[in-house]
């Protein structure tokens, strides 16, 4: 008997943050005044703090501009919006170079780039596949059979497009082949959000958009952002540990939110490029720090895919600040961070 037992919440997916202000160290100088923006954008929220203070016109202007900027990557990087660039380019045939603008040119750019890194584990032509487990626009939640899943894999892989800088364009090796960005386009989107504050002054904020995370600067109180990240549970909210940020992204991927069970089985959004299939190790979440919040989440997808041991080693290899959290055999978490991460842990 099959159930499906449904999770496809893309709320904060796998982080949730609170502002912790409070400190047990010396006692803090009064809060400044801070802004909050918040709203809903790519099937889940963002929450933005910029520590100034803003009159009625300065916010109203700074409420439109952030909208803008996230409304501007949804169009052109969903795979959920029929009308975004990269829908109306994964609808073209194969064959041609299809010229593409700027920011989509370097996110798949960018995103070759993270493949290579990763040994083939971040691959954004996986779209077909994202598609067809249930994880992309249309809910058909059921495993493929071994024909279907063997056909979907051969539209993948780096080789199933070729960028052509010079005209900025993409040629699709065929006519199925489909980019998804759900991987580093939210972090793109972080990454923008941060750029439109900067242009305006403001050097001290937090960009969170459906959990991944940007900070400059410090809190209201002075002292690095605290952002707190959760325990890879299926259901509530539990504190797995606080870091304390400063000019630094931090993303996380699991398959704790986004997944559903068959006959028992958890599958999960996160697809091994090699198999075809969602990654079935006992990773639970990968959190990963960076200056650019785009790679970050990338980066995460990335180990995400690669499991325990080797997503570790890719993770030194690139000298990434990691955390990651395993199921151990005892039904319980295991939690393994490096060096660098440790350093940004507060109480
Ligand atoms: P991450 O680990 O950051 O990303 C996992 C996602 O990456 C998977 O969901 C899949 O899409 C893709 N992926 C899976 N395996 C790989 C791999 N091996 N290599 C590369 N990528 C892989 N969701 C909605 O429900 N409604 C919307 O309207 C909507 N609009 C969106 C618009 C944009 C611009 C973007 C970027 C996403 C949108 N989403 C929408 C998707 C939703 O936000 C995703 O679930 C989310 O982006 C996944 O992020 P994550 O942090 O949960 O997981």
Redesign the pocket.
């Known amino acids: 008997m099959s159930y499906w037992n449904t999770y ?1 919440s ?1 709320v904060l ?2 982080l949730f943050f609170s502002l912790l202000l409070t400190s047990c160290s010396a006692p803090l100088p009064p809060p400044k005044e801070t802004v909050a923006f918040e709203g809903g ?4 929220t963002y929450h933005i703090t910029v520590v100034a203070a803003m009159n009625d016109d300065v916010s109203t202007a700074m409420a439109e501009a952030i909208e803008g900027a996230l409304k501007h ?2 169009g ?6 029929d009308d ?1 660039e ?1 829908s109306v380019l994964n609808r073209m045939a194969g064959g041609a170079y299809i010229p593409v603008s700027g920011e989509v040119f370097s996110m798949l750019q960018l ?1 070759l780039e993270v ?1 290579r890194e990763t040994e083939g ?4 032509t ?2 077909p ?2 598609n067809r487990w249930g ?3 249309d809910d058909k939640q059921e495993p493929p059979s071994d024909e279907e899943l063997a056909s979907l894999k051969a539209l993948c892989g780096p080789e199933a497009i070729t960028l052509d800088a010079l005209t900025q364009s993409i040629q699709k090796v065929s006519d199925g082949v489909y980019c ?10 972080v990454d923008l959000v941060a750029s439109v504050l900067e242009a305006k002054g403001f050097m001290n904020y937090m960009v969170e958009v ?3 995370v940007r900070t400059a600067g410090l809190n209201s109180v002075g002292i690095p952002w605290k952002i707190a990240i959760e325990k890879p549970v299926d259901e509530g909210r539990v504190l797995q540990e606080v870091v304390g940020l400063s000019d630094i992204s931090l ?4 398959n704790y ?2 997944f559903y069970e068959v006959d028992g089985k958890r599958y999960s ?5 090699a198999t075809g299939k969602p990654v079935d190790h006992n990773l639970a979440s990968v959190s990963v720090l960076h200056p650019r919040c785009a790679l970050a ?2 980066y ?3 180990l ?2 690669l499991g325990p041991e080797k997503g570790m080693a890719v993770a030194e290899r690139l000298a990434l600040p990691v955390m990651f959290v395993t199921h151990s055999d005892k039904g319980t978490f295991e939690t393994r961070q490096s060096e660098s991460f440790r350093a940004y842990i507060v109480d």
């Open positions: 496809k893309v997916a796998t954008i790519m099937g889940t990557v949804d052109k990087m969903s795979t959920y919006k975004s990269l995103a493949n584990a971040f691959d954004i996986v779209g596949l994202v994880f992309g626009p998804d960005l759900s991987g580093i386009a939210k972090g793109y989107a459906g959990g991944e993303a996380t991927s699991g939110r986004n959004h996160t697809i091994s490029p989440d990338a995460a997808t990335a995400m895919v």
